[in-house]
Nanobody, 121 residues
């Protein structure tokens, strides 16, 4: 059983930064961040493979966001810089499942409850 708890969401001006955290209990193969804006489908943002530390990013956030984990692999952080209004969404972390492409929602069994990020212009 894996439990995920997100934190760090806030309201910020465009160009600002936020750091989101995902606390994880139980073994995870990979942890990904997804986001969903009103009226839009949930989309993948970034992923980290917890055993190797390997990462991937959506093109829309590449160069602005960084995903990382602590040494104990208990916390995954999403550092978000140069935020844009289009980054406004509910952000979720999701864990595990060794099946499927990292950016597909069906690949993940465990989900956090979400944390709201709002970027104003």
């Amino acid at each position: 059983q894996v439990r995920l708890v997100e934190s760090g969401g806030d309201s910020v001006q465009a160009g600002g930064s936020l750091r989101l955290s995902c606390g994880a209990s139980g073994y995870t193969y990979r942890i990904a961040w997804f986001r969903q804006a009103p009226g839009k489908e949930r989309e993948a943002v970034a992923v980290i493979y917890t055993d190797l530390g390997r990462t991937s990013y959506a093109d829309s956030v590449k160069g602005r966001f960084t995903i990382s984990q602590d040494n104990a692999k208990n916390t995954v952080t999403l550092q978000m810089n140069s935020l844009k209004p289009e980054d406004t969404a509910m952000y979720y972390c999701a864990a595990d499942t060794r099946i499927g492409r990292w950016y597909e929602t069906y690949a993940y069994t465990y989900w956090g409850q979400g944390t709201q990020v709002t970027v104003s212009s």
